[in-house]
């Protein structure tokens, strides 16, 4: 069983940048495909990015030319880099791990982290 272990949240001011990142426990299976997801208070979970095992990547249109995902596959750790952030980016920031092909979708992710929260002050 993959654990994630996501990191690199905290306070930041609207317009600024963080960098989070996503620690796999083990090397992850082949065409394991890497999504972040983020929740806000009283919002359902929702779709921010992802990276598929092949290297694609997809984005929200509410996310994309700010947010960038990556990978370090000799780390088995995953990024979000997110800039020009803005008040409505704060939530708790999810990763999680699928062999879906429908790396977009929520439902199709099998493993989590516990998530970390970012805050973006106007």
């Known amino acids: 069983q993959v654990q994630l272990v996501e990191s690199g949240g905290g306070l930041v001011q609207a317009g600024g940048s963080l960098r989070l990142s996503c620690a796999a426990s083990?090397?992850?299976?082949?065409?394991?495909?890497i999504g972040w997801f983020r929740q806000a208070p009283g919002k359902e979970r929702e779709f921010v990015a992802a990276?598929?095992?092949?290297?694609?990547?997809y984005y929200p249109d509410s996310v994309k030319g700010r947010f960038t995902i990556s990978r370090d596959n000799a780390k088995n750790t995953w990024y979000l880099q997110l800039n020009s952030l803005k008040p409505e980016d704060t939530a708790v920031y999810y990763c999680?791990?699928?062999?879906?092909?429908?790396?977009?979708?929520?439902?199709?992710?099998?493993?989590w982290g516990q998530g970390t929260q970012v805050t973006v002050s106007s």
């Open positions: 999680a791990a699928t062999q879906s092909s429908r790396i977009t979708r929520l439902s199709d992710y099998n493993y």
């Open positions: 083990r090397r992850t299976f082949s065409y394991t495909h």
């Open positions: 990276i598929a095992y092949g290297g694609g990547t």
